[in-house]
């Protein structure tokens, strides 16, 4: 009777678990090939500490090892989160991560807050803005609805940034306008809230959303929490639902891609007829589609993004709300293939975004273009005092954090440092400050 209860607990705790294994040839390749980016100005760590689970998920073996862990959806004070970006990339730290996507609702803003903390950290910041827009999979009007697209841009950030701030900047007067048609619609339904007190919780030059506005429900007592705003007032098509002044979804996606981005769709679950949108995207030049979560794989979101060629992804959505029900930054596992295939997909897109900025200082190396260069950088810049004296300096600096020494090894690269060799940076120079 012992001995079968022993065998029971044992037999339960590994379907639990799942079964542990050495990596595959293939898991073994990508695995490489994703800490060789990860880890391009760190020593990475060994691939022989690690297992896979059943899932492909890759697992530290024995006390040093680490966990290679994306978080490629989070959002900070920039747009809807409730934490700085700097509180963000430390939470991200503390649960492991050592990618961080900041993909804040139309803004960048935060970007460069998040660099400087992932800096003291060792964490890998992937530039990302997640673009609010609509879609109507056909003709009719009455079936248009909100679609969100992830843009991942490389480590240097957006190629034609002032194009790319354009498009937000205009999305984000539309989130002011929708913002303040929501409050009139509450009103109406004998709800006083006041535009000041949604404005005050959104913080000084961030454009509300309707999370801002659900807050301010709860803060004044008329809601007891936040589910109970979306759930009566303020989900899609409720009685307080207003839209904006949305691009479409496909002019997102033209856009992504032609400022150097790789376009994703974002929680596909949460449309109405996922098929024709996602076929319409595909078209457009979507990349890819969250089909992870916390909770596992969706298979068939799974199948869906099988079935048009796209990348599978996915992340936490995390907003730092300290709801018991929110995912923790990190907690979505992505297997190791996947991660491959996105960076394989990635890489060469960010690395010719990179180039075009590098090629634009190196035709005009003015102050101005240095900073499209450093926007985003995690090489922090300082005029002033320094050894570095020309631009060819300043991209030696710069290239190793950014690109793998195959891709640095390029004619098109050599041929910038050759044109940047005698530039001058600035009249004072400039002083590089780098990680040890």
Not at 168 to 186: M, P, Q, S, T, Y
Not at 356 to 382: G, H, K, Q, V
Not at 385 to 411: Q, V
Request: net charge positive.
């Amino acid at each position: 009777m012992g001995n079968n209860g022993d065998k029971n607990k044992k037999k339960k705790k590994k379907q639990k678990g799942g079964s542990k294994k050495k990596m595959n040839g293939e898991q073994s390749f990508a695995f490489k090939s994703v800490c060789e980016w990860v880890f391009l100005d760190q020593a990475p760590p060994a691939a022989a500490s690690w297992v896979v689970d059943d899932f492909g998920v890759q697992k530290a073996l024995g006390r040093g090892g680490e966990k290679v862990v994306f978080e490629l959806h989070s959002h900070s004070k920039f747009s809807d989160g409730f934490l700085s970006p700097s509180k963000v990339v430390q939470r991200a730290h503390a649960n492991g991560v050592k990618v961080l996507a900041l993909t804040d609702h139309d803004t960048m803003a935060g970007i460069p807050e998040a660099q400087e903390a992932a800096r003291k950290y060792g964490i890998k910041i992937i530039p990302g803005v997640e673009i609010s827009t609509i879609i109507s999979p056909s003709r009719d009007s009455e079936a248009e609805e909100p679609v969100h697209i992830l843009a991942y841009y490389s480590s240097c950030g957006p190629k034609r940034f002032e194009e790319l701030d354009k498009f937000l900047a205009d999305i984000r007067d539309g989130r002011f306008l929708r913002a303040e048609n929501i409050v009139l619609k509450l009103n109406k339904l004998k709800l006083p809230l006041k535009w000041e007190h949604v404005c005050r919780i959104a913080g000084k030059g961030v454009a509300p959303g309707r999370l801002h506005v659900a807050r301010a429900m709860v803060e004044a007592g008329y809601v007891e929490n936040l589910r109970q705003a979306f759930s009566r007032y303020l989900f899609d098509g409720g009685p307080a639902y207003s839209t904006g002044s949305e691009p479409l979804a496909e002019e997102a996606i033209k856009m992504i891609c032609h400022t150097g981005g790789i376009a994703v769709l974002a929680h596909p679950w949460a449309l109405k007829n996922p098929v024709p949108i996602v076929r319409k995207l595909k078209e457009a030049g979507l990349h890819g589609m969250e089909v992870y979560r916390s909770d596992g794989k969706l298979a068939a979101y799974s199948d869906l993004a099988d079935s048009y060629g796209l990348l599978k992804l996915g992340g936490s959505d995390f907003h730092g709300k300290g709801e018991r029900n929110e995912s923790e930054l990190g907690s979505v596992n992505l297997p190791v293939v996947g991660l491959h295939d996105f960076l394989k997909v990635a890489r060469p897109i960010w690395c010719s975004a990179i180039r075009e900025i590098l090629e634009i200082y190196a035709e005009e190396p003015s102050d101005f273009n240095l900073a499209r260069i450093m926007r985003f950088a995690r090489t922090r810049i300082l005029k002033g005092s320094s050894s570095l004296s020309c631009g060819k300096d300043l991209i030696d600096h710069c290239l190793p954090l950014w690109l793998t020494r195959e891709e640095m090894e390029n004619a098109e690269f050599e041929a910038i440092k050759l044109k940047l060799y005698n530039t001058s940076v600035s009249e004072g120079g400039i002083q590089v400050l780098m990680e040890s």
